[in-house]
């Protein structure tokens, strides 16, 4: 299985789905770029939106694409870096609460709930630590790498590593309670989907093309589906990952694969109520009405969250390695490979605002909480945004 760094940016270079990297691969050999990322235009801003605080976390994580996004917890914001440093902040205003040095090459998280934060590295490690002072309860040996988020929730911390396993620790001491595992193909993108746990359930996606939904208490099997099958001849034609979140609203839980379908599956049962062809390995956001979801190439768009029919389609930053998208207040919000952030009109699809971060990329997913937008970027830092006058033109 072909699961180095190297391979991502390979496969990076060869489909165009990693723009940031592209300056990084040899195959273009100096030549123009064939998925140029589109420019930034100028455009009238209908709302306004303003940096509440900045801070750094550790060292930057250039062209690593770790899956490094931060989490909230009551008033209380945690974020990582890939050289070990868990740091905890005061969502409100930037104050360190905490800081912690694991030592360990930090490459999935963070999370934090019930009193703890767990965080994944790619030396095969997670390490559980008190949400209240930093201080590491344990440390627990994986079967592979931690690439996304591990999910806590009653009484257990939930990892998936690049194995295709999904592990349930003991949150108290991090032994080993159940662990399931889906096939892993011979090629797969680097990253994986992070578990998502809804009452005595918990739902992962797999690089299979697999969602799957299993018992909390015992890791038996609820459900399994297959957002689509594998079409072409080539390994790379082949690609069906499912890398990122899935995300559940009400009764329904919405998943999008790599060279996939974007699906609304019954979290009851696991019925597949519809699907539509959308390719993504960054993303998704949802609310009772709509579906959004970040495309391959960095189009964003709009589906209804009953049939699947698209709504909008916005294709102004196609190419500039777009993240997921994360709803705050009345808008839409998606980070690129510049720093930039941008603010959409989940009704219409047009842009509202845009703001700078940085020179350096996003990385992992952005987060809201008590309407404060907190990202983390390839330099290290944890930024929050706040939206200012949210009325529309």
Known sequence: MLRQHSTRLLLACALGVALSTLSACSIFKGDEDPNPPA?????????????????????????????????VNGNM?????????????????????????????????TAVNDGL?????NSGFVVAL????????????????????????????LVRTV??????????????????????????????????????AVVCGFDNGRLAAY??????????????PPSGRTEIERLIDINSLPVIVGRDIFAVSYQGRLAGI????????????????????????????????????AHSNGSGRELWRNTQLLNRDVTSPVLQKKSLVVGDFQGYLHWIDPLTGQLQARAKTGGDPIAGDPVVANDRLFVMTEDGKLVSYRIVDSKRK
């Open 163 to 200: 194995d295709g396993k999904l592990s349930a620790l003991s949150a108290t001491d991090g032994k080993l309670l159940w662990f399931v595992q889906q096939s892993v193909p011979r090629l797969t993108l680097r990253g994986t989907s992070g578990p998502v746990i809804n009452g005595q």
């Open 39 to 71: 420019k930034l235009e100028r455009f009238k801003a209908s709302i306004k939106v303003k940096k509440a605080w900045s801070s750094g976390v550790g060292d930057g994580t250039e062209l690593l694409h770790l899956s490094l996004g931060p989490s």
């Open 130 to 157: 008190s949400a209240e002072n930093g201080k590491e309860l344990w440390r627990a040996p994986m079967s592979g790498e931690v690439l996304a988020a591990p999910a806590i929730g009653g009484g257990q911390v």
């Open 266 to 301: 019954a979290l009851e049962g696991g019925q597949l109520l519809w699907s539509v062809d959308v390719s993504s390995y960054n993303g998704i956001a949802a609310d009772y009405t709509s579906v959004y979801a970040t495309a391959t190439n960095s189009e964003i768009s």
């Open 215 to 228: 018992d909390m208490a015992s890791g038996d099997e609820f459900w399994n589906v297959m957002l689509a």
């Open 117 to 121: 934060v767990a965080v994944g590295s």
């Open 77 to 109: 914001v945690v974020a990582a870096a890939h050289d070990g440093k868990v740091v905890a902040f005061n969502a409100e205003n930037g104050k360190r609460l905490w800081r912690t040095k694991t030592d360990l090459p930090l490459s999935g998280g």
